[in-house]
T-cell receptor
Framework: NAGVMQNPRHLVRRRGQEARLRCSPV?????VYWYRQLPEEGLKFMVY????????ESGMPKERFSAEFPKEGPSILRIQQVVRGDSAAYFC????????????FGPGTRLLVL | GNSVTQMEGPVTLSEEAFLTINCTYT??????LFWYVQYPGEGLQLLLK?????DKGSNKGFEATYRKETTSFHLEKGSVQVSDSAVYFC????????FGKGTKLTVNP
């Protein structure tokens, strides 16, 4: 069974460009979560999605960040007009159910903004 | 709100030493509790979990017991190996995962 897949693993962008991060959940998982990890820190929740729906985006910055999980295809985290402070590792996780269920993590995308 | 506090690192041990990483939590309900491990340059891997009070999670020689009375979920291992060097995250889950800041463990030969 394939685990959570994320691509690209590393992404370099210049300030003002767009970053697009992709996440394919474990087969059969319909719940997807995005987290951000700043250097030397823990993971911070950003957004929780089910197919075609955003359930909780309380951790997402109000501007420049958006997420989707379409009926077909991977979940996408999109960062417009990136700034240096967006440099971080972005992790996707998936689960079968919401709430207390175990979340399985992907390898992450490490974004560097020059 | 819900939060997790774990002991700050870094922790440096010699091979075969005993390991304890403390973790306490604050939650408005009855969460599931997790320990995740992150090796350099990689994502998080589930190490163990417990879903209710007095449950003991165990894996690869690591153990942690869900203590409701002390709101704790301390991670222990009797004899660490060099390959255990990593960052360890304690987390709770109600509606979403809430992580501690992580504890970096280095095991020297």
């Amino acid at each position: 069974n394939a685990g959570v897949m994320q691509n690209p693993r590393h992404l370099v962008r210049r300030r003002g460009q767009e970053a697009r991060l992709r996440c394919s959940p474990v087969k059969g998982h319909s719940h997807v979560y995005w987290y951000r990890q700043l250097p030397e820190e823990g993971l911070k929740f950003m957004v929780y999605l089910q197919k075609e729906n955003i359930i909780d985006e309380s951790g997402m910055p109000k501007e420049r960040f958006s997420a989707e999980f379409p009926k077909e295809g991977p979940s996408i985290l999109r960062i417009q007009q990136v700034v240096r402070g967006d440099s971080a590792a972005y992790f996707c996780a998936s689960s079968t159910l919401q709430g207390k269920e175990t979340q399985y993590f992907g390898p992450g995308t490490r974004l560097l903004v020059l | 709100g819900n939060s997790v506090t774990q002991m700050e690192g870094p922790v440096t041990l010699s091979e075969e030493a005993f390991l304890t990483i403390n973790c306490t939590y604050t939650a408005t309900g009855y969460p599931s509790l997790f320990w995740y491990v992150q090796y350099p340059g990689e994502g998080l891997q589930l190490l163990l979990k417990a879903t209710k009070a007095d449950d003991k999670g165990s894996n690869k020689g690591f153990e942690a017991t869900y203590r409701k009375e002390t709101t704790s979920f301390h991670l222990e291992k009797g004899s660490v190996q060099v390959s255990d060097s990593a960052v360890y995250f304690c987390a709770l889950s109600l509606e979403k995962l809430v992580f501690g800041k992580g504890t970096k463990l280095t095991v020297n030969p």
